[in-house]
């Protein structure tokens, strides 16, 4: 996708006030920043524990059904994709007026690296967050023998 930006005139600002109140709802019109308004599909927020990394990723409308998570050669992929509803339109008693819902499947992927012990990662899915736990390898601590001196 081709970002398009404009540049300021400074000869006529409120034509330049008009022209991005106009443009403003457009999704292709980039302005150098991302719209505050824009976020990925499942944002992500990853914590730090002395245990391990707890991966965050809000997901609503979402069944544990839908969520595939995959771990291969050191990288971690979640992704998600609604299923369509089993009944069919004629087996509906009522009429669709309008449908606002929408849930975008989506794809993440992220790296782990070998201080991550993958045989114990966990993960469940409660009130629209898919929380993931991977937990640390526990460090082998040399130990210290002392030896007498005779």
Do not use: C, W
Request: no cysteine; glycine share 4%.
């Amino acid at each position: 996708m081709t970002s398009v930006q404009f540049k300021k005139l400074p000869a006529n600002p409120s034509f330049n006030i008009l022209v991005d109140d106009l443009l403003q709802g457009f999704p292709f019109v980039h302005k150098g920043n991302t719209p505050a308004n824009h976020r990925p599909a499942a944002p992500v927020n990853i914590k730090e524990t002395e245990d391990g990394y707890v991966l965050e990723v809000i997901a609503p409308g979402f069944a544990k059904e839908d969520f595939k998570v995959n771990l291969e050669a050191g990288l971690l992929t979640l992704s998600a994709e609604k299923k369509a509803d089993a009944t069919s339109e004629e087996n509906k008693p009522e009429k669709m007026i309008r449908s606002e819902y929408s849930y975008p499947a989506f794809k993440r992927s992220f790296s782990v690296d070998d201080t991550i012990n993958t045989e114990n990662i966990e993960a469940q899915y409660v009130n629209g967050v898919l929380t993931l736990n991977l937990p640390k390898k526990e460090t082998v601590k040399p130990t210290v023998k002392e030896i007498s001196v005779q």
